[in-house]
């Protein structure tokens, strides 16, 4: 599957993996176990989009 962000759109995406792999934008692959992507426009303490992302049997691209 694909989930598309706006690099504008202040988010934080909690990545989940098993058996499974997620791609984010920054280059970083997620195959076995949890990381944290945040978009160019996150900044720590204000209002942000989270989401919950998680690839089990299966494949997730984040793209901007």
């Known amino acids: 599957g694909v ?3 706006d690099p504008a759109t202040p988010a934080r995406i909690h ?4 058996f499974g792999s997620i791609h ?3 280059g970083r ?3 076995f176990g949890d990381s944290v992507y ?7 303490g204000a ?3 989270d989401v919950k ?3 089990v ?5 984040i793209v901007q």
């Open 24 to 26: 984010a934008p920054d």
């Open 15 to 18: 990545m989940s993996s098993a």
């Open 38 to 44: 945040a978009t160019p426009a996150w900044k720590q």
């Open 29 to 31: 692959t997620v195959s």
């Open 53 to 55: 992302a998680a690839a």
């Open 3 to 5: 989930l598309r962000i």
């Open 57 to 61: 049997f299966g494949s997730l691209r």
């Open 47 to 49: 209002p942000s989009l």
